[in-house]
């Protein structure tokens, strides 16, 4: 019924840049907040950034400076533009929503923690 697909991710160069894009679609009526995380090969999952409906925005510590997120509430997508990539940013990128209101036949739900399927970020050194 919502479903988050991912766009963007690829094979860079260290101090290169990636834009990551990911659209909810559905019958959505709005989403609360929208972020990224990222999860590297035998580690967490962990936030990279997350932004809320009014604009608030979250950023881990190691990307603070390097990375921009931001969103299209009319269009229920959220972007990451990642700049100076170093190799310890190398993971799967997961986009992830909050608080989805949608409709579904007649109803009108809510659902929380959506994730899309993944994109990988590969930066060489």
């Known amino acids: 019924q919502v479903q988050l697909v991912e766009s963007g991710g690829g094979l860079v160069q260290a101090g290169g840049s990636l834009r990551l894009s990911c659209a909810a679609s559905g019958r959505i009526i709005s989403i609360s907040g929208m972020g990224w995380y990222r999860q590297a090969p035998g580690k967490q999952r962990e936030l990279v950034a997350a932004?809320?409906?009014?604009?608030?925005?979250n950023y881990a510590d190691s990307v603070k400076g390097r990375f921009t997120i931001s969103r299209d509430n009319a269009k229920n997508t959220v972007y990451l533009q990642m700049n100076s990539l170093k190799p310890e940013d190398t993971a799967v990128y997961y986009c992830h929503a909050d608080r989805v209101h949608y409709r579904s036949g007649h109803e009108v739900k809510y659902e929380y923690d959506y994730w899309g399927q993944g994109t990988q970020v590969t930066v060489s050194s």
């Open positions: 932004i809320t409906s009014g604009g608030s925005i």
